[in-house]
């Protein structure tokens, strides 16, 4: 096994240690999530709203996808029927959001990455990734994944919707 990095101390006379580090905590979330192709009349792209819980301490919302590029910032408007979401955190919160706001996204499967600092897991601890998804004329469907911080390289978890997500997966690297 080949550490990433050494640590090189020199000891005068020419004399040097080379020291292996230590392999720092991953320090990025991956998340890949399935929107199932659903066969009804009137299809509209979900929205999607990502956010980390703690138990006692206040949801971080980490992403949202929906319809932000509608003139008069219309989007917004349907952003309560992701209604977990609304009330963990999203109504506290100005649109579009920098670093959170993006597009609704197409059936088929998307990945997407969080930082450490995107998480806001400052603490060791149990926490809980929601994955919330609304559709217009459509239904509404929550998942939740918990996770330990600090985790461990290749540690992660799993979730499968029954409607609006289809397989929901989470990796740390």
Same mark, same amino acid.
């Given at each position: ?9 020199s000891f005068g006379a020419g004399?040097?240690l080379a /020291?292996?580090? &230590?392999?720092?905590d991953p320090?990025?979330?991956? /998340?890949?999530v399935?929107?199932p192709? &659903?066969?009804?009349?009137?299809y ?10 703690k138990?006692?301490?206040?949801a ?13 910032n219309?989007?917004t408007?349907?952003l309560r029927?992701v209604r977990q979401?609304?009330r963990a ?10 670093g ?5 996204r197409a059936p088929g499967?998307?990945k ?6 995107q998480?806001? /897991?400052?603490?060791?601890?149990q926490?809980?990734? /929601?994955i919330e998804a609304a559709?217009?004329v459509?239904?509404?469907?929550l998942?939740?994944i918990p996770?330990?911080w600090?985790?461990?390289?290749g ?12 397989a929901?997966?989470v990796?740390?690297r």
């Amino acid at each position: 096994m080949q550490l990433p990095y050494r640590i090189v101390l020199s000891f005068g006379a020419g004399a040097t240690l080379a /020291v292996p580090a &230590l392999a720092a905590d991953p320090g990025t979330m991956d /998340v890949t999530v399935a929107i199932p192709r &659903l066969k009804v009349a009137e299809y509209h792209k979900p929205y999607v709203a990502f956010w980390v819980e703690k138990a006692g301490a206040k949801a971080k919302t980490v992403a949202v996808w929906y319809d932000h590029d509608m003139k008069a910032n219309e989007g917004t408007k349907w952003l309560r029927d992701v209604r977990q979401w609304w009330r963990a955190s999203g109504r506290t919160m100005s649109f579009p959001a920098n670093g959170i706001t993006g597009a609704t996204r197409a059936p088929g499967t998307h990945k997407i990455s969080f930082t450490r600092a995107q998480l806001g /897991v400052q603490t060791p601890g149990q926490y809980t990734l /929601v994955i919330e998804a609304a559709r217009e004329v459509g239904g509404r469907e929550l998942l939740r994944i918990p996770f330990t911080w600090p985790a461990k390289a290749g540690a992660g978890g799993r979730a499968a919707g029954a409607s609006e997500l289809g397989a929901v997966s989470v990796s740390f690297r």
